[in-house]
């Protein structure tokens, strides 16, 4: 099973990218990469997926590297309600099921 | 409609009494989920209904039991808990057993005594 690795807090200024790193060198080549975040009090929320190429949506692009060992997500224009922890997850099968194994995850600040 | 709603937001039990939470999706989605978060820690996974069966049970003690009697709706009774038992609980749905994005509630914040 791949297992990911994430910085444990970042800093990021209102108005600029925030990039977050991801490492999962573990992972294999149908695994996917799977970007949620859980904003203070609420529940997690998905962002973006993705398995080799690169991905944009309305709320974040994911850069995977060419050998698949890393990720960035990336937030283009970070506004305050950006804060809360980001978790990096690679999807593991059990039971024929996709099961979501939340590591520690970022915490993100925003600061204006 | 792309809510997962829960009730009640917050609850208080002492370890003798039985309560339920509730969970509800109106978004057809054949998959539903419990998670338990403590305090600073990520979700873990509880249980997974596919098709209102039973697919996962992540070895959790049986004064948790969870109930889903239709698609839309997850219930998870609770029964002699413990205090280390307190916690939020959230549930998800997603469109099936496969499907990679799920849906989260606010949860449910309870707390034993």
């Known amino acids: 099973d791949a297992k990911t690795t994430q910085p444990p807090s970042m800093d990021c200024a209102e108005g600029r990218a925030a990039n977050l790193p991801c490492n999962h060198s573990t992972i294999s080549g149908n695994e996917y990469v799977y970007w949620y975040r859980q904003i203070h009090s609420q529940g997690p929320q998905y962002i973006i997926h993705?398995?080799?190429n690169n991905e944009t949506n309305e709320m974040a692009s994911l850069i995977i590297t060419e050998d698949r060992k890393s990720s960035t997500l990336i937030l283009p224009h970070a506004t305050l309600r950006d804060t809360a922890v980001y978790y990096c997850i690679v999807p593991r099968i059990v039971q024929g099921a996709q099961k979501l194994v939340f590591g520690q995850g970022t915490r993100l600040t925003i600061n204006p | 409609d792309t809510e997962v709603t829960q009730t009640p937001k917050h609850l208080v039990m002492g370890m003798t009494n039985k309560k339920s939470l509730k969970c509800e999706q109106h978004m057809g989605h054949r998959a539903m989920y419990w998670y338990k978060q403590k305090a600073k820690k990520p979700p873990e996974l509880m249980f997974v209904y596919s098709y209102e069966k039973l697919s996962i049970n992540e070895s959790v003690p049986s004064r948790f039991s969870p109930e889903c009697p239709n698609s839309s709706l997850l219930n998870l009774h609770l029964h002699a808990l413990q205090p280390e038992d307190s916690a939020l609980y959230l549930c998800?749905?997603?469109?099936?057993?496969?499907?990679?994005?799920?849906?989260f509630g606010p949860g449910t914040r309870l707390t034993v005594t």
């Open positions: 998800a749905s997603s469109q099936d057993y496969y499907s990679y994005e799920q849906y």
């Open positions: 993705g398995l080799k």
